[in-house]
């Protein structure tokens, strides 16, 4: 029989995990994660484990957020890892943890949303998590950046506040 595939995905917060606040008009992470539910009305052919790390907006992570996400990166038995952050510094966390993580084994792919993945309909938030499954499974180690159906590496991802995506920083514009 078959060994079947293991990934382990780290919960950061970010609009992936937020919900919509009337009274402050906008939305706001949730105090809990909506992703490990969402996992369970999927029909995967890989075992998925999740770890909190925090549920905050990127723009408020901090060193020691960090710190404890590559700590819990080194000591992870898995070596196939998804995690899901806000879009606003997941390029900075992804060069972070490219700096940073001393394993050479393991492929680790940040990735979020534009829209929160539960209430709200159309969002980008499940293309992105099946997509991340995917190439989780398929790329050699590494840190990649993966959103709407493109990976990126650390070195060459930026975001376009404007347009709300991601882009290479060197793909010639059209």
Known sequence: MENKLKINIFLTGGTIDSHWDGKADTAVISDFSVVPDYFKTLILYADVEFTEICLKDSRNLNSSDLNNLLEKLESC?????IITHGTYTMPDTAKFLQANLKREDQTIILTGSMVPLAGFSPSDA???LGYAVAEVTNLPAGVYLCMNGKTFSPDEV???LAEGKFYSVFEKKQ
């Open 77 to 81: 038995d898995n070596t196939r890892i």
């Open 158 to 160: 930026a975001k376009n």
């Open 126 to 128: 499940s293309f992105n």
